[in-house]
């Protein structure tokens, strides 16, 4: 082979292989846009998706976020009984976190995916007050200016992190004064979780 081959070789080379590469990098992006992420420069910074700020950084008072799901039947100017309220959540392994740093609850069986496969559980599970306190979520969404005086609950299946979970809450009877007694489900699908009891007084 003579020396005046080498570049001629080398430019085939060359060309090729800016060929393969870029057909390489097409086929990344198709397969990113397929996905649903938009392709942007390495000069560009994304925006940042609303719905992937944690929660705490999206909450307004009195507000709802996108992936709550509410549902009252009544009057909305005030409690009668019969009126019912339901709130639906998905319930995260952040919340689960969250909920451990703020109350103290460490237990592994909410924490330890390895420790708590080891029990009757087979695995995490979320905190029983955590998921009992949709009911509170609930009863926030009544007309008036609900006060909590009483709450009465019974544990009846675990929940575990992922698990969509409504609190069902009905009034049953007023009690006079503001006060009414109120029956309180939280339910995964048709399954109750948690049966119980509450009495609130309305403002």
């Known amino acids: 082979m003579s020396s005046g081959s080498y570049p001629s070789l080398f430019g085939v080379w060359s060309r090729t292989s800016s060929m393969m590469f870029e057909s390489f990098m097409e086929a990344n992006r198709a397969a990113i846009a397929?996905?649903?992420?938009?392709?942007?420069?390495?000069?560009?910074?994304?925006?940042?998706?609303?719905?992937?700020?944690?929660?705490?950084?999206?909450?307004?008072?009195?507000?709802?976020?996108?992936?709550?799901?509410?549902?009252?039947?009544?009057?909305?100017?005030?409690?009668?009984?019969?009126?019912?309220?339901?709130?639906?959540?998905?319930?995260?392994?952040?919340?689960?976190?969250r909920f451990a740093a703020a109350s103290g609850d460490t237990n592994p069986i909410h924490l330890d995916e390895e420790w708590a496969s080891g029990t009757r559980f087979g695995g995490r599970i979320v905190h029983g007050i955590l998921a009992s306190g949709l009911i509170s979520a609930a009863l926030a969404r009544l007309p008036g200016s609900v006060i909590y005086l009483s709450q009465d609950v019974e544990f009846r299946a675990p929940v575990r992190l992922g698990d969509r979970v409504t609190a069902d809450v009905e009034a049953v009877e007023s009690l006079g004064g503001g006060r009414f007694r109120l029956r309180t489900l939280v339910k995964k699908g048709e399954d109750v979780v948690i049966d119980g009891e509450a009495v609130i007084l309305v403002d």
């Open 34 to 97: 397929s996905m649903g992420v938009p392709a942007r420069g390495p000069e560009k910074e994304a925006e940042p998706d609303e719905r992937e700020l944690p929660a705490e950084d999206r909450i307004e008072p009195g507000e709802d976020l996108p992936e709550w799901d509410v549902e009252f039947h009544g009057d909305d100017d005030s409690l009668e009984v019969g009126d019912k309220i339901c709130f639906t959540k998905t319930l995260t392994e952040a919340d689960v976190d």
